[in-house]
T-cell receptor, first 109, second 115 residues
Framework: GQNIDQPTEMTATEGAIVQINCTYQ??????LFWYQQHAGEAPTFLSY??LDGLEEKGRFSSFLSRSKGYSYLLLKELQMKDSASYLC??????????WGAGTKLIIKP | IAGITQAPTSQILAAGRRMTLRCTQD?????MYWYRQDLGLGLRLIHY???????GKGEVPDGYSVSRANTDDFPLTLASAVPSQTSVYFC??????????????FGPGTRLTVL
């Protein structure tokens, strides 16, 4: 079967750095998305990786290792507004989008 | 530009009733999707449409139907609601026609409770 694993919940301190991991076992791979979802709101796009390596976008960076079936989202200089759920999603060989259950990130002052 | 709108925002429905959730996008996107989101589970695809006039079944299509008469609108119908259909429903759209490698843009969601 196809599976996406993310930690259910993480806690971090304002101003710190946090890394949210995502591991996947899918039938093929055609890209990996990260979305942010604030409580009670819609998911919004953060990043898309299809090649190995790190992509930086302001305070957020996303890393991909296709050989390890692994990605992480790195958030720097955490702000209270970063409290949200972070969803990992993989495009498989049939171009189906497989979603993880999401990681709820709690930021403490 | 509104993006994607959904209606209603929330609804409480008696079991056995018929209900249509509305979704409209103004981005002229080819593909549209309906998901349900339940606590502890990832987004699950109910139905999708790669282009106007075509629809397809997702992971959890039973009890739901869709239509895509034009580019902008993609309504989701529950023919006879059951309590297990209590969920938050998100409509989304993307510019791609089935490749799923384009960003999906989500509507604000409809919170549905079936009693």
């Amino acid at each position: 079967g196809q599976n996406i694993d993310q930690p259910t919940e993480m806690t971090a301190t304002e101003g710190a750095i946090v890394q949210i991991n995502c591991t996947y076992q899918t039938s093929g791979f055609n890209g990996l998305f990260w979305y942010q979802q604030h409580a009670g709101e819609a998911p919004t796009f953060l990043s898309y990786n299809v090649l190995d390596g790190l992509e930086e976008k302001g305070r957020f960076s996303s890393f991909l290792s296709r050989s390890k079936g692994y990605s992480y989202l790195l958030l720097k200089e955490l702000q209270m507004k970063d409290s949200a759920s972070y969803l990992c999603a993989v495009v498989d060989s049939n171009y189906q989008l497989i979603w993880g259950a999401g990681t709820k990130l709690i930021i403490k002052p | 530009i509104a993006g994607i709108t959904q209606a209603p925002t929330s609804q409480i429905l008696a079991a056995g009733r018929r209900m249509t959730l509305r979704c409209t996008q103004d981005m002229r996107h080819n593909a549209m999707y309906w998901y349900r989101q339940d606590l502890g589970l990832g987004l699950r695809l109910i139905h999708y449409s790669n282009t106007a006039g075509t629809t397809g079944k997702g992971e959890v299509p039973d009890g739901y139907s869709v239509s895509r008469a034009n580019t902008d609108d993609f309504p989701l119908t529950l023919a006879s609601a059951v309590p297990s259909q209590t969920s938050v429903y998100f409509c989304a759209s993307s510019d791609s026609a089935g490749a799923n490698t384009d960003t999906q843009y989500f509507g604000p969601g409809t919170r549905l409770t079936v009693l």
